[in-house]
């Protein structure tokens, strides 16, 4: 911890983020803009969005949804699946979605559309290299017979690796990853001979491990997947972070659930983190003594992976505790954040 007690940084992006569809647009909108100027969308709705078409009209209903006078701007992201076809690129190129998401066939919520094999996407996967197109990964081979905690050190080895030497021209987000295999293999990866590589780490796995699902009782807000791991893979998230290396940018997965889903015998996976975001990760910067390394992490490199420019407003955030809601409005529900009813130690003031 450090003696600064304010600090001003250029706007920040949300490049993983969950908004739903629907009654709880306005909700969850009014939560992520007061904090960022953009943040890309995820797709997993149901149906998925898979086309171009789908992501415009769904773009449409966020823009609507925002607060009054607020200039938050959607980037939008294609579900990939087995069918998608180089076709379906080009029109999304040509519409301004700016990456494709790979979910592995039943990996996580709304994934059943997601891909069996990759085999099946050469032909997309071509046409992405081609036209500068990013995959975006979710990180996890769900193969029955691997262990949760292994997931994603197991689909490096037997996914990741193998395709980008396949697609060696493919530019890839490895999205929110947890453990120390994912931070060492962004860190190191070879850019000159394969495509440029950058990672996404949410909030909750760089201040928590996996003893926080289960402390004094099965805690489901902790729950998401990946799924927390053991702190040394923590501590390797918060590393490379706090590194300043500009592979490794903001991506919050805040993935919002009705409380009576996560509270439930077979709760969906998914923290909420939106409404106080940008705090917990000043708390995380902070206790590795690298505030100042905060603002290329929330603000600088995302934008300048994706050859988007970067913000020109400010975010102001102070040293201020504050208790985190219990719940907030969803809809004609309610969503409960991350640390819910605890303490936030910074604020944002403007
Ligand atoms: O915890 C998660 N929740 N991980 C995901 O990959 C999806 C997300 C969701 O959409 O709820
Ligand atoms: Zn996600």
């Known amino acids: 911890m450090s003696a600064v007690n304010t600090i001003e940084i250029c706007q920040p992006d949300d490049w993983h983020l969950h908004v739903r569809d629907g009654e709880v647009l306005p909700d969850l909108i009014a939560h992520t803009a007061k904090q960022f100027a953009r943040a890309i969308i995820m797709p997993n709705l149901k149906p998925p969005v898979t086309t171009a078409e789908l992501a415009l009209a769904y773009k449409q209903r966020i823009l609507a949804a925002r607060p009054a006078g607020n200039l938050f701007e959607p980037l939008m992201v294609l579900y990939l699946t087995d069918n998608t076809t180089a076709e379906q690129v080009k029109n999304a190129k040509d519409a301004g979605v700016v990456g494709f998401k790979l979910y592995p066939a039943g990996a996580t919520t709304n994934s059943d559309a997601g891909v069996t094999d990759l085999a099946k996407c050469a ?3 071509q046409a992405m290299e081609a036209c500068g197109m990013p995959l975006l990964v979710h ?6 017979d691997v262990d949760v905690f292994d997931r994603e050190a197991v689909f490096i080895d037997q996914v990741l690796e193998p395709l980008r030497k396949k697609h060696a021209g493919l530019k890839i987000v490895f999205e929110h990853i947890t453990t120390k295999q ?4 962004v860190r190191d990866a070879d850019t000159q001979r394969y495509g440029a590589i950058g990672a996404t780490i949410t909030p909750q796995h760089m201040l928590y491990n996996r003893n926080a699902i289960f402390t ?3 805690r489901p807000h902790y729950y998401c997947l990946p799924i927390l791991k053991r702190e040394e893979h923590r501590l390797a998230l918060v590393d490379v972070a706090a590194s300043g290396n500009s592979r490794f940018f903001l991506g919050t997965d805040s993935a919002p659930h009705a409380k009576g889903t996560k509270e439930n015998a077979c709760g969906c996976a998914g923290c909420y983190t939106a409404w106080h975001a940008m705090p917990l990760y000043a708390e995380v910067f902070d206790a590795a003594n ?3 390394r905060l603002e ?13 420019s970067r913000n020109t407003a400010k975010l102001v955030l102070k040293r201020e505790q504050q208790i985190i809601p219990e719940e907030f409005p969803m809809g004609s529900s309610t969503v409960v954040p991350l640390r819910a009813g605890e303490m936030l130690s910074w604020t944002i003031v403007g």
Do not use: N
């Open 123 to 125: 032909s997309a996967l």
């Open 139 to 144: 990180g996890e081979v769900t193969h029955a």
């Open 182 to 185: 994912a931070a060492q293999y």
């Open 216 to 218: 004094g009782g099965v």
């Open 290 to 292: 690298a505030l100042d």
């Open 296 to 308: 290329g992490f929330a603000s600088h490199f995302g934008a300048d992976f994706y050859g988007l």
